[in-house]
């Protein structure tokens, strides 16, 4: 039987910044999605982009595609995945590389939801060349592969928020207009993006990340829950930078360590012992570093 996987992915810097045609910065993580063609499984809800898609293709549905393993879960690129493997077991049915259509499937991505720039659909994609590190993209097709420090990687922290909180990434999309109190700064946006691949790269200002935070909050794009949080991790020695991350900044959350606390003894450091206190407090769970899971 065909089996798919798809990785997930992680927004760095750079969400709504970019559907403004600016740049985002975002990293492909393992242990991915694993799919396999079940024409019974349960159906993709129907305004997803894969519900979408079966939609307008409905000879696709001998084709379809059931999840058998749900890799880091909701809040790492669950639903593009689903989209990824559906149209590669439709289009490998029909003898094309279905895996090697990513541009094709983006074009029809960005075309049924004009609102969302389709990076991450674009990221998980394209990594499955096999590249390990991270990828900018910028004005809905321009895609870079970047180099990341493995110490350094070591150093950002990751946390799944609550499931509670997740804020369907179309529907938020859909609920704002465009941008509301002042408008995003596209060229300050873009700035901080290159600052922070600067950083991971090997520099040392990691204030990109709470400086583009702190924009999007100015513009009401922030959720209460995700400033609470990035507010509770931030108040730690040895914290130098904190952002949610996707839509409404509540997905997912990075804490980037300073270089003395990146292996300290967990059972004695402050920083770590504080780390895990906020966690609890917000319902985040610990997922690892993310140089453990880079695809």
Same mark, same amino acid.
């Given at each position: 039987?065909k089996?798919f996987?798809?990785?997930? *992915?992680i927004?760095l810097?750079g969400?709504?910044s970019?559907?403004?045609?600016?740049?985002?910065?975002l990293?492909a993580?393992?242990p991915?999605y694993?799919?396999?063609v079940?024409?019974e499984s349960?159906?993709?809800?129907?305004?997803?982009?894969y519900?979408?898609?079966?939609k307008?293709f409905?000879?696709?549905?001998?084709?379809r595609?059931?999840?058998?393993?749900?890799?880091l879960?909701p809040?790492f690129?669950s639903s593009?995945?689903?989209?990824l493997?559906?149209v590669?077991?439709f289009?490998?049915?029909?003898?094309?590389?279905?895996?090697g259509?990513?541009s094709?499937v983006?074009?029809?991505?960005?075309?049924?939801f004009?609102?969302a720039?389709?990076?991450?659909?674009a990221?998980q994609?394209?990594?499955?060349?096999g590249?390990?590190?991270?990828?900018?993209f910028k004005? @809905?097709s321009?895609?870079?592969?970047h180099p990341?420090?493995?110490?350094?990687?070591q150093?950002i922290?990751?946390? *799944?928020?609550?499931?509670?909180?997740?804020?369907?990434?179309?529907v938020?999309?859909? &609920?704002?207009?465009p941008?509301? *109190?002042?408008g995003l700064? @596209?060229? @300050?946006?873009?700035?901080?993006?290159?600052?922070?691949?600067?950083?991971?790269?090997?520099?040392s200002?990691?204030? &990109?990340l709470?400086?583009f935070?702190?924009h999007?909050?100015?513009n009401?794009?922030?959720?209460?829950?995700?400033?609470?949080?990035?507010?509770g991790?931030?108040?730690?020695?040895?914290v130098?930078? =904190?952002?949610g991350?996707?839509?409404?900044l509540?997905d997912v959350?990075?804490?980037v360590l300073?270089?003395? @606390?990146?292996?300290a003894?967990p059972?004695?450091?402050?920083?770590?012992?504080?780390?895990? *206190? =906020?966690?609890d407090?917000?319902g985040?769970?610990?997922?690892?570093t993310?140089?453990?899971?880079l695809?």
């Amino acid at each position: 039987m065909k089996q798919f996987w798809i990785p997930g *992915k992680i927004f760095l810097i750079g969400e709504y910044s970019v559907i403004e045609g600016g740049t985002a910065i975002l990293a492909a993580l393992k242990p991915g999605y694993g799919f396999k063609v079940d024409p019974e499984s349960g159906k993709p809800h129907p305004e997803s982009p894969y519900g979408i898609y079966l939609k307008e293709f409905p000879e696709a549905r001998d084709e379809r595609v059931g999840l058998f393993d749900r890799g880091l879960g909701p809040g790492f690129g669950s639903s593009t995945a689903e989209l990824l493997a559906g149209v590669a077991s439709f289009l490998s049915a029909q003898g094309s590389d279905g895996v090697g259509e990513a541009s094709r499937v983006l074009a029809w991505y960005q075309d049924r939801f004009p609102k969302a720039s389709g990076a991450d659909l674009a990221i998980q994609g394209v990594s499955q060349k096999g590249f390990q590190g991270v990828y900018s993209f910028k004005s @809905r097709s321009e895609i870079g592969s970047h180099p990341l420090s493995s110490e350094i990687a070591q150093r950002i922290f990751i946390y *799944k928020g609550r499931d509670s909180q997740k804020l369907a990434t179309h529907v938020d999309l859909n &609920s704002h207009a465009p941008k509301s *109190k002042h408008g995003l700064n @596209r060229s @300050r946006c873009d700035a901080w993006a290159t600052e922070f691949l600067s950083a991971i790269q090997g520099g040392s200002d990691f204030d &990109s990340l709470n400086q583009f935070a702190d924009h999007l909050a100015e513009n009401g794009l922030e959720t209460p829950y995700a400033h609470e949080v990035r507010i509770g991790f931030q108040s730690l020695p040895g914290v130098i930078a =904190v952002k949610g991350c996707g839509a409404g900044l509540n997905d997912v959350f990075i804490v980037v360590l300073d270089s003395t @606390r990146a292996y300290a003894d967990p059972a004695t450091d402050p920083t770590v012992m504080g780390l895990r *206190k =906020v966690a609890d407090v917000f319902g985040l769970s610990f997922i690892g570093t993310l140089g453990d899971y880079l695809w």
